[in-house]
């Protein structure tokens, strides 16, 4: 291991702080907008908390909507989406690094392929394509969506790793008698972990903050996702900002606690020293 | 731990599903659910719960199920619905000015046959649309008017104690309004705030200098002198008077008048409730004052709002929903509207009671509105607007000059005129040879590609389960196919729908009987030398966005690579731009560009000196703040990858470099870069897939491409250009273009970077 001097932390605190200056100054602003009585967008000094700062967006919120609801439906359509995202990326991404089988180049390529499409024109023909497989109104058709969005970045992003991990560790479970999968299992997809955290948190983050596809699948407001109860604060004229900036918050904690979560696996990978590649 | 996550995880689904059934029963033997769509803001919903209420308990046989969407996204949802599947809902509630559109697609239900002469005739006429003969939409409120809204207080702080009466005395009473509290240069209260770079704002002027959008035979009128009199009028009031902000828009506008630090405010009758309530405001409404120049009074648009009929409805269904219109737009409810919310209501009966009658707003208003012109109702005036707003904007801009501009914005609206109506120009009986051609060529493409699609995936799987292969790659086609399946199984029937209709004249009048007319909207697309201009204008958003996304995202993630105090937070502080919904941070972002008050020239000027940059009116700088915002947006995505990678590295190697030698340069690049790169490559492969049809950031930002539809890329473009004109045909033609250009693009960059291959 190198060793850092002081001077080096010096710079690299200093590079770091003026990073998450800039990183979190907006955010700043949107909390700001959330707990500034009355409904303004704009705040014209650069003070954090105003002077006359109140909760009121935020309980309203929950006594004024069904914002509970909300949170809930998208916590369901959200953990199915991220344990699809997961579950299948990882076996996908780990058969299209390891094997060389017919038609491996075309899926990898047509993975890429199915984002090139504008979203915006896929939109009518997906709604007709729903209505006519009665999902309209189900959960089960938004997430299939979503799981389909994010699946091609997953598995690639899986792939992609599986390929730095050396075969020699799975040989050398195949010699100590595990079959392929076992090997996969308890082998490969551990040390796999730090790929595996980015796919479960991409997945989570493409269906937790959706609400196009969501707006046009579902119309019972109690079974709306979080994104599509935020967006009806938005109006075209006459937006609440005040309860939609709050309602930007609260979609983001458990995201943020998502994160907190899942980052401390982003390092947990076993070394590879241990096996030269 | 498991287990006990995987029995609630079944009790929810439990739960779900028991929902799922009382929905089901709901909607079943006992109670008829009727579905009304609307786009009332929050006050005037509250209203409408009252009144749905109201009717649940006198009807309770009926239940009423209402879903909000916005103006824009209530319509196109409704045109989904019920254009492209006879589904959607009961009633659609919305501004008359949805009628055109709704008529031409077939997808709204004549409504003289339900009410008879006497009911309609409670009614005043502006409150009924008509179209071709035939009623589509019964009013329940007359609205959408702008007027005069000022503030008394901030009037008597300056001696004024009545509104101005002619457009002279709004500018002298603007430039009393006018005024640098603190005497550091800036302004910091304005005499006059609105929406002004809108051209819904802009009408009333046009109209006092004697101009209207479209004749009797709707052909747009657009240059004129009119046109040419009230671009000086606005334009001076902001650069000569210096009585309004430089930079404008509604929320701004709104956000100025509502805290104090406007006099005068242009608004619509949908705003004025939130200005009574306000602490800052002591509210004031007048009609917008006669221009003295013309003698004629500026006259807003009034769009009649009010509920539409699905078509395919019959029978018993259709008569409740009869009744339940007759009730919503019934005396009673329009009653509540107006006393609650000071609506004018279109049952003259309902005028005269004194309550309504005494409201002095509602005076105010009735006066206003009898200035004002109905709105158009036909479709070509969302052709209009969109030929209006750039045109107006590179007036405000400096870039046009107002003859210019009025010159510019006619040319606009014949051509989007003209391509409105487009899919009607096809000989529906000749005997199209090209039709036959394409649709014989997209079959063959077709079975193609589902040939490929049997060799590429099911066959492999089909053999791999019979065992025909060997254990290996059944093992691999087994483990692939269940994405696979999900993916395609979504994708596919989007993807040749999308085909079919770019080879097709669909369009506003040919929704239901489109054909296809072969590679026409590919060679209008192909002409278009908008298309290039913008295509190269997104390639540097793409290449400049994915740089620095890569760049900032991975120099992070080396800082962060070693042990250090802190990391956790640091690193979670790093990730929150990702973690926090970007449509609402885009639009913060929007804020913080502002030319006065926003954080980014504060900043600027306060630690650098430098001087207020309009980031927002300028179309270069605009552009700019698109991408400064979609950067904050990239990075921490590309840091967490790039930290993921980092972890693959061992360190083994980096000891042995050292031992060697290597500098840390060396290091970075015969060590990390090489071995990083399997990870990145297929983050960036997408990433710039991504970048390249990311249209919500630049939609956000610049507010649609202003100024002046200058700031848009590929996708935004199609999206304004055709999809918003309904020239589906062409859009997809479009986006097919779109597609091959990134699908040409990914193969040369994957081949040239060999990102299937593996690292050992």
């Known amino acids: 291991m190198k060793k850092t001097s002081k001077l080096q932390y010096f710079m690299i605190y200093t590079a770091l702080f003026m990073a998450v200056a800039w990183s979190i100054y907006p955010i700043l602003r949107v909390i700001t907008i959330s707990i500034r009585p009355g409904d303004n967008l704009l705040t014209e000094s650069l003070s954090i908390i105003p002077e006359d700062w109140t909760f009121d967006n935020y309980i309203k919120l929950f006594t004024d909507h069904p914002f509970g609801t909300w949170i809930w439906n998208s916590i369901l359509v959200t953990a199915t989406v991220m344990l699809t995202g997961v579950t299948l990326a990882s076996t996908a991404g780990y058969a299209l690094s390891r094997f060389r089988f017919p038609g491996r180049e075309a899926s990898l390529f047509s993975l890429l392929v199915t984002q090139m499409f504008p979203a915006t024109m896929l939109l009518l023909p997906l709604f007709i394509m729903l209505s006519s497989l009665h999902l309209i109104n189900t959960y089960l058709g938004l997430i299939v969506i979503y799981s389909s969005t994010a699946l091609p970045f997953c598995v690639w992003s899986m792939k992609g790793y599986y390929d730095t991990i050396p075969y020699s560790l799975e040989e050398a479970a195949r010699i100590d008698g595990a079959s392929r999968f076992m090997a996969f299992y308890k082998i490969i997809l551990p040390l796999a972990s730090p790929a595996l955290v980015i796919t479960a948190l991409f997945s989570f983050m493409s269906a937790w903050t959706e609400y196009i596809v969501a707006a046009q699948v579902l119309w019972y407001e109690e079974m709306f996702t979080l994104p599509i109860g935020l967006k009806s604060f938005q109006a075209n004229m006459t937006t609440e900002w005040g309860l939609y900036a709050a309602g930007a918050m609260i979609v983001s904690i458990p995201a943020i606690a998502l994160f907190l979560f899942l980052t401390k696996y982003l390092i947990g990978g076993l070394t590879l020293g241990s096996v030269k590649g | ?760």
């Open chain 2, 1 to 760: 731990m498991i287990g006990n996550f995987r029995s609630r995880l079944s009790q929810n689904i439990k739960r779900s599903l028991t929902f799922l059934l009382l929905l089901g029963s709901l909607l079943g033997v006992e109670k008829t659910t009727l579905h009304l769509w609307h786009p009332m803001p929050a006050p005037s919903r509250a209203v409408l719960n009252d009144l749905v209420a109201e009717y649940e308990s006198l009807h309770p046989e009926i239940s009423v199920h209402l879903l909000y969407k916005e103006n824009e996204e209530v319509r196109m949802a409704y045109m989904s619905a019920t254009g492209f599947t006879e589904g959607g809902p009961d009633l659609l509630y919305g501004p008359s000015d949805f009628t055109g559109a709704l008529v031409e697609m077939n997808i709204v239900k004549p409504l003289e046959n339900f009410f008879s002469e006497e009911e309609l005739s409670a009614f005043d006429p502006k409150g009924l649309t008509w179209y071709e003969g035939h009623l589509y939409q019964i009013g329940d409120e007359l609205g959408n008017h702008l007027a005069l809204v000022y503030n008394k207080r901030l009037f008597a702080e300056v001696g004024l104690d009545r509104p101005p009466e002619s457009l002279q005395e709004l500018i002298e009473f603007g430039k009393k309004l006018t005024i640098d509290k603190d005497g550091d240069g800036v302004v910091d209260q304005y005499g006059l705030v609105w929406n002004f770079t809108e051209p819904f704002f802009f009408m009333p002027f046009y109209a006092s200098y004697g101009g209207w959008v479209m004749d009797e035979d709707q052909n747009p009128t657009l240059n004129n002198d009119a046109a040419v009199n009230a671009f000086k009028f606005v334009r001076d009031m902001r650069d000569v008077h210096g009585i309004i902000p430089i930079e404008c828009d509604y929320d701004i506008a709104d956000s100025k008048f509502n805290t104090g630090a406007a006099g005068m405010l242009i608004n619509g009758a949908w705003s004025w409730a939130k200005y009574m309530e306000s602490p800052h405001v002591d509210f004031g409404l007048a009609v917008l004052p006669i221009n003295d120049e013309t003698g004629l009074f500026p006259a807003p648009m009034i769009a009649t709002k009010g509920y539409y009929m699905n078509p395919y409805l019959s029978g018993e269904r259709e008569k409740q929903v009869v009744e339940l219109m007759k009730f919503l737009t019934g005396a009673d409810a329009q009653f509540q509207y107006a006393s609650r919310l000071a609506t004018i209501p279109t049952r003259l009966e309902v005028r005269e009671r004194p309550q309504i009658a005494e409201n002095p707003v509602i005076m105010t208003s009735i006066e206003q509105v009898s200035r004002g012109r109905a709105m158009p109702i036909s479709p070509q005036m969302r052709a209009i607007w969109d030929a209006m707003r750039p045109a107006y904007q590179n007036v405000l801009g400096g870039s046009m000059t107002p003859e210019e501009g009025a010159a510019y914005q006619q040319e606009v609206a014949v051509q989007k005129v003209a391509e409105l109506f487009e899919g009607q120009d096809i000989d529906k009986d000749a005997v199209n040879i090209s039709a036959i051609v394409v649709y014989l060529a997209g079959l063959l493409l077709a079975i193609w590609a589902l040939y490929k699609l049997f060799v590429a995936f099911i066959l492999p799987l089909v053999r791999g389960i019979a065992g025909v292969l060997v254990q290996e790659s059944r093992f691999g086609v087994l483990m692939v196919a269940p994405a696979a399946l999900f993916i395609f199984g979504v994708v596919v029937y989007p993807f040749f729908y999308n085909l079919v209709i770019s080879f097709s004249n669909m369009g506003l009048t040919t929704v239901n009987d489109w054909q296809i007319i072969g590679l026409s909207q590919y060679g209008k697309v192909l002409t278009d030398s908008q298309f290039y201009h913008f295509f190269l204008r997104t390639v540097i958003w793409t290449v400049v966005n994915v740089v620095l996304h890569v760049i900032f995202g991975v120099m992070l993630a080396l800082l962060l690579n070693r042990p250090l105090p802190g990391k956790g937070i640091i690193r979670v502080l790093l990730i929150l731009p990702w973690a926090v919904p970007s449509y609402i941070t885009a639009l913060t972002w929007r804020g913080m560009f502002n030319i006065d008050y926003g954080a980014v020239n504060i900043i600027l000027n306060k630690f650098f000196g430098i001087e207020p940059i309009s980031w927002l009116i300028d179309p270069t700088n605009a552009f700019i703040a698109t991408i400064i915002t979609n950067v904050w947006l990239g990075i921490p995505f590309m840091m967490i990858i790039a930290l993921g990678g980092l972890q693959s590295i061992p360190q083994e190697l980096y000891e042995a470099a050292s031992i060697d030698g290597a500098t840390a340069w060396q290091q970075f690049k015969k060590i990390t870069l090489p071995l990083l790169k399997p990870v990145m490559i297929p983050a960036i492969t997408l990433g710039i897939v991504w970048t390249f049809n990311n249209i919500n950031v630049v939609w956000l930002v610049s507010n649609g491409g202003q100024p002046g539809d200058q700031t848009h890329i590929l996708v935004s473009f199609v999206y304004r250009a055709a999809f918003n004109l309904y020239r589906y045909g062409y859009a997809a033609a479009f986006s097919f273009m779109i597609f091959l250009m990134l699908a040409l693009f990914s193969v040369k960059f994957m081949q040239k970077n060999k990102a299937t291959e593996t690292a050992y």
